[in-house]
């Protein structure tokens, strides 16, 4: 059972750079995720998607962008790579909305911008 | 504006205690309330979680009590156990599927 996978597990970027975070579930879930999680501040929504086609600003979108052309694949891409966006980041999705949601979490991937 | 509230930051308690965490919450358009378990370097996974229209839940040694006029809930590990060690999320839903979370516990048990 694969669940949700992310790739890459870590990465290094240059302040510039750019790059495409890989999520992929196997569930068949409508609603998809992306977090972020600093120490101390928890885990800050930045995107999510609510089927194919369909996605929506969370708590802290800035310098990232979302695509969700199949219900499987929600990537996530930086364009202009910050050091403020060195974090552990976390692709999740859950089967419904609302009362009852269990989201399933990826594994995460480290990213550090020098 | 951190629209679910959690404390304290981290907790040690001792084999065999009660292990409590509170969240508070802000925006009442919220209606399931989660709360989630994460080990290091791995993601958080669901723990337990209650709906807006009940008190109290309780699952083996985890206990939500919730109280909605506060907009208030907390989670409580009895006979916590050094396995417990963990960091801990509470979580508030809307029913557009927005889910946000709370800054974390990070709970140890000592032996």
């Known amino acids: 059972n694969a669940g949700v996978t992310q790739t890459p597990k870590f990465r290094i970027l240059k302040i510039g750079q750019s790059m495409t975070l890989q999520c992929t579930q196997d569930m068949n879930h409508n609603y998809m995720y992306w977090y972020r999680q600093d120490p101390g501040m928890g885990l800050k929504l930045i995107y999510y998607s609510v089927g194919a086609g369909i996605t929506d600003k969370g708590e802290v979108p800035n310098g990232y962008n979302v695509s969700r052309s199949t219900t499987e694949d929600f990537p996530l891409r930086l364009e202009l790579a910050a050091p403020s966006q060195t974090s552990v980041y976390f692709c999740?999705?859950?089967?419904?909305?609302?009362?009852?949601?269990?989201?399933?979490f990826g594994q995460g991937t480290r990213l550090t911008v020098v | 504006q951190q629209q679910v509230k959690q404390s304290p930051q981290s907790l040690i308690v001792q084999k065999g205690g009660i292990s409590i965490i509170n969240c508070a919450y802000e925006n009442t358009a919220f209606d399931y309330f989660p709360w989630y378990q994460q080990f290091p370097g791995k993601g958080p996974a669901l723990l337990i979680a209650?709906?807006?229209?009940?008190s109290e839940k309780k699952e083996g040694r985890f206990t939500i009590s919730f109280n909605k006029s506060a907009k208030q809930f907390s989670l409580h590990i009895m006979d916590s156990q050094p396995g417990d060690s963990a960091t801990y999320f509470c979580a508030a839903i809307k029913y557009t599927n927005d889910m946000r979370f709370g800054a974390g516990t990070r709970l140890t048990v000592k032996p």
């Open positions: 209650i709906r807006p229209d009940v």
């Open positions: 999740a999705s859950s089967p419904q909305t609302g009362m009852n949601t269990e989201a399933f």
